[in-house]
């Protein structure tokens, strides 16, 4: 006999996991099924920032979207911290992004300038800073000399991406939740009584009302089949890991980040190769050098880990959120920040999946403004 559940959640990544969270949180029964060990999984490559700047630059509902959930992400991480008794290393102290050139300084000063002018009456705050309010932020390091400036925004910050997608899933569980592995969707189709039937892979059918579609790369041929575009791109990420370190780092600093296990992460490209998530040797040399070049002391750590990963992009770098004209009832959920949004993915997509109560301007995150707009040649 087919499962049962009143919301599938298809994918328990980043998304599914904060989504599945926040239905369950409202009484929803709703079952997780997940993809086996050889998916592409971005939850388990990505960074861990919690990031505001420049964010949404190009559609303002974004900008505020993200604000949104930078304010509510201490609550939400606090919360779970105590549901889970895991420690998220989650901190909000503000965040900075280097400038080691004239042409960033330069960039840096019209993103902002660019963001303001976007969000008019409403606060953008984010500020160029220099080299000695930097080192007075984080005082306990030397700096290279190329740097000379920053952006920074008090709203940026940090947590464990890892510890994260496993308190999301642990408190899910918690609230009753199920969650089933090695259970890759093939197929979504109405059904004579009202409902869906989602076919897995291994020939077990589930019955469900609703259905959201949160599964990463996953996304577009399942939002195909129930008749709605999601024209995201594998985009390569490289990241390096450097042995435990004391803590040195107070801040994010973009591209430089120390963990609350002591590591430090340098990272990240934006390369453009398809569905190949290796790491390679010149990405990591430039990944590496830079990282030398804002802070020389890094040149005597250990490098112990890289890995290369492949982020969910859209064509504008903004989330799609739409429902299926073609099959009410069936949700689709993808974004490229995953970590930075789980806080309004879990405390305010549920009320637009149970009851299409959305906020004001909502509809703007519909995959119909691809239909409007040419980003062929949007770089993000
Ligand atoms: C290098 C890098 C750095 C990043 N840094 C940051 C950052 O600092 N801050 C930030 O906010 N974001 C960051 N991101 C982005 C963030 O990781 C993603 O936005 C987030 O992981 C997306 O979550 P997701 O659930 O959509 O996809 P995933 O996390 O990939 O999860 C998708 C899940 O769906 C499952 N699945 C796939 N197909 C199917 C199917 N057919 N049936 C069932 N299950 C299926 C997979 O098994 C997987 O578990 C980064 C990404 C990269 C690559």
Sequence with gaps: MAQTAEVLVIGGGMVGAAVGLGLVRKGAKVLIVDEDDNALRTARGNFGLVWTQTKGLGLQRYQEWTRESAALYSDFAGLLAEETSLSLGHQQLGGLTICTTEEEISLSETLIEQMKAQA????????????????????????GDSVQAAAYSKHDGHVNPLKL??????????????????????????TSAGNYEIQIADKTTIHAEKVVIACGHGIPALAEKCGMKCPTRPQRGQVLVTERLDQILPLPMGSIRQTDEGSILLGVSHEEVGFNDKNTANVAGNIAARAVRILPDLEQVNIVRAWGALRIMPPDGCPIYDESEKYPGVFMVT???????????????PEWIL??????????????????????????
């Design 335 to 349: 974004n490229h920040s995953g970590v930075t949004l789980a806080a309004v993915h879990s405390m305010r997509l």
């Design 120 to 143: 008019g009456n409403l606060p953008y705050e984010a500020e160029m800073i220099d080299r000695q309010s930097i080192q007075s932020l984080i005082p306990g390091v030397r700096f």
């Design 355 to 380: 009851d299409r109560r959305m906020a004001i301007g909502f509809e703007e995150f519909s995959s119909l403004r691809f239909e409007k707009t040419d980003y062929a040649s949007t770089p993000h």
């Design 165 to 190: 997608l496993r308190a999301m899933l642990k408190s899910y569980q918690l609230h009753g939740g199920k969650y089933q592995i090695n259970s890759k969707v093939t197929d979504i189709k109405p």
